[in-house]
């Protein structure tokens, strides 16, 4: 009779049977009689129990020798174990070990951030990161998942373009044969030619910013979906946001409870973020709102953490805050039509301090307008007669908005710092590894 070959996440299904597992040694303990193996194979994490009385003596050794990281194949039998936070654990009958491993750096004492994260390409094994990683995984099933059921086409942007929509103090310049190009900031203006061929669509990709503060919310690479509706309106585009962001938390809930157990996040307060309508609450209402709340706030200013922070809060779910003065954002946003001075556009500020998660808007129209928003801005027409082009041929209301990614991440798993949400973060002093 073969012995099964199975992955711990499927343990339970075997309870009572001898398998056969591959895996990785993350911690040890021990007795002269007994040795204690936690291990995990990249779905789930378990303990196989080595009973000196029970295999021979030269197993015992091997068992008692092995190092943190070292690879090997366990078999035994499956039991459950309700003592462990995991649930299931081995009783082995026999070790191979695959690949040995010396001098670990990641020792299960404390180590400071900076350390851990000189460490990634290891640390990405570690408890924290599996568990934050394997939520991000989940959010971008559930995008896709999301836009296809809602009929959107994912129309991929250039990452190499020769514009720079969100203005250009944050950009990366980069030499294309003789000409200056950028690294994309934003697929917002492809997604608009998009949304004008298919109706709706969505870009998926990486979003460049030579952010120089230093933040726990700011990446100078992260990722952005960027989703733009043919014939929407503010409204109707606030509605599909609310919608996608319940949906992408109600996923988390369903396929990652383990996950947030270990993370520690609270799940009924995640469920009660899917409550909806999110409230709108307009710019200037919520400029008052800070005032009277003892913020030295003015109109015109453009939020920060600790207003941000505030005003979520205040609502004790994620807000939606509309119509921005016109003079914080970016040039292609719509006119308000009773309004000069602000445009018609909303952000969506998370609760619990993880800030910004969205920004949109519905476009402006106007050919003459955008072109003198444009030059305003200090941009050459040049770059940007193709994106006119839209308002030449055909023109319709639309409007789109932008997720990103990694601040979704971060509310969803309840992680302080937004390093923790992408695999290799990349910020003004981290290019390694
Ligand atoms: P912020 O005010 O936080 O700097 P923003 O208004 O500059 O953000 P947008 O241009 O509106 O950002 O981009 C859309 C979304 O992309 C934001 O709502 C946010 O979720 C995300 N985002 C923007 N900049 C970053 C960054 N540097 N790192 C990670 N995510 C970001
Ligand atoms: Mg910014
Ligand atoms: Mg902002
Ligand atoms: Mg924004």
């Known amino acids: 009779q073969t012995i099964p070959t199975i992955q711990i996440k499927d343990a339970p299904q075997y309870v009572g049977q001898t398998v056969k597992i591959g895996a990785w040694l993350r911690n040890k303990r021990g007795s002269g009689k007994m040795a204690f193996l936690q291990l995990r194979d990249g779905t789930a994490f378990f303990q196989a129990v080595v009973a000196k009385a029970d295999v021979s003596e030269k197993l015992f050794e091997t068992a008692k020798e092995l190092k943190q990281?070292?690879?090997?194949?366990?078999?035994?039998?499956?039991?459950?174990?309700?003592?462990?936070?995991?649930?299931?654990?081995?009783?082995?009958?026999?070790?191979?070990?695959?690949?040995?491993?010396?001098d670990y750096p990641i020792t299960p004492k404390e180590h400071g951030t900076e350390f851990l994260f000189d460490e990634r390409h290891l640390y990405l094994r570690h408890i924290k990161p599996f568990a934050t990683l394997k939520i991000r995984n989940?959010?971008?099933?559930?995008?896709?998942?999301?836009?296809?059921?809602?009929?959107?086409?994912?129309?991929?942007?250039?990452?190499?373009?020769?514009?720079?929509?969100?203005?250009?103090?944050?950009?990366?310049?980069?030499?294309?044969?003789?000409?200056?190009?950028?690294?994309?900031?934003?697929?917002?203006?492809?997604?608009?030619?998009?949304?004008?061929?298919?109706?709706?669509?969505?870009?998926?990709?990486?979003?460049?910013?030579?952010?120089?503060?230093?933040?726990?919310?700011?990446?100078?690479?992260?990722?952005?979906?960027?989703?733009?509706?043919?014939?929407?309106?503010?409204?109707?585009?606030?509605?599909?946001?609310?919608?996608?962001?319940?949906?992408?938390?109600?996923?988390?809930?369903?396929?990652?409870?383990?996950?947030?157990?270990?993370?520690?996040?609270?799940?009924?307060?995640?469920?009660?973020y899917t409550k909806l309508p999110f409230p709108r609450v307009s710019y200037d209402d919520a400029i008052k709102l800070l005032q009277d709340n003892g913020f030295d706030v003015e109109w015109g200013v453009d939020f920060g953490s600790p207003e941000e922070t505030f005003l979520a809060n205040h609502f004790s779910k994620p807000v939606f805050i509309v119509n921005f003065p016109k003079a914080i954002k970016a040039f292609y946003m719509k006119r308000h039509p009773e309004r000069e001075d602000v445009v018609v556009s909303a952000d969506l500020l998370a609760p619990e301090g993880y800030g910004e998660i969205i920004g949109g808007s519905e476009r402006d129209t106007d050919y003459d307008y955008l072109k003198q928003r444009i030059e305003e801005e200090g941009q050459s027409l040049e770059d940007y007669n193709w994106y006119?082009?839209?308002?030449?041929?055909?023109?319709?209301?639309?409007?789109?908005?932008?997720?990103?990614?990694?601040?979704?991440?971060?509310?969803?798993?309840?992680?302080?710092?937004?390093?923790?949400?992408?695999?290799?973060?990349?910020?003004?002093?981290?290019?390694?590894p």
Do not use: C
Not at 79 to 88: H, L, M, T, V
Not at 401 to 420: A, D, K, P, Q, S
């Open 69 to 102: 990281e070292s690879s090997m194949y366990v078999t035994g039998v499956i039991n459950q174990d309700k003592r462990s936070k995991f649930g299931y654990e081995m009783k082995v009958s026999d070790i191979q070990v695959i690949g040995e491993s010396h």
């Open 138 to 272: 989940t959010l971008i099933a559930a995008t896709y998942e999301f836009f296809n059921k809602e009929g959107f086409i994912k129309l991929d942007a250039p990452l190499l373009t020769g514009s720079a929509p969100e203005g250009t103090t944050e950009l990366f310049e980069t030499d294309y044969f003789g000409q200056d190009a950028y690294l994309s900031q934003t697929g917002q203006l492809y997604a608009e030619s998009g949304a004008m061929a298919f109706s709706k669509v969505f870009t998926f990709g990486p979003a460049f910013r030579a952010e120089k503060s230093k933040t726990r919310r700011h990446l100078t690479e992260f990722w952005m979906i960027e989703p733009e509706m043919a014939f929407y309106d503010q409204d109707a585009s606030l509605e599909l946001q609310e919608r996608y962001v319940a949906f992408l938390i109600e996923k988390v809930l369903e396929q990652n409870e383990q996950e947030l157990d270990l993370l520690g996040r609270d799940k009924e307060l995640l469920k009660s």
């Open 388 to 432: 006119l082009d839209l308002r030449k041929f055909g023109s319709v209301p639309h409007s789109g908005f932008g997720l990103g990614l990694e601040r979704m991440v971060t509310f969803v798993t309840g992680e302080e710092h937004i390093r923790e949400a992408i695999p290799f973060p990349r910020m003004m002093h981290r290019l390694r």
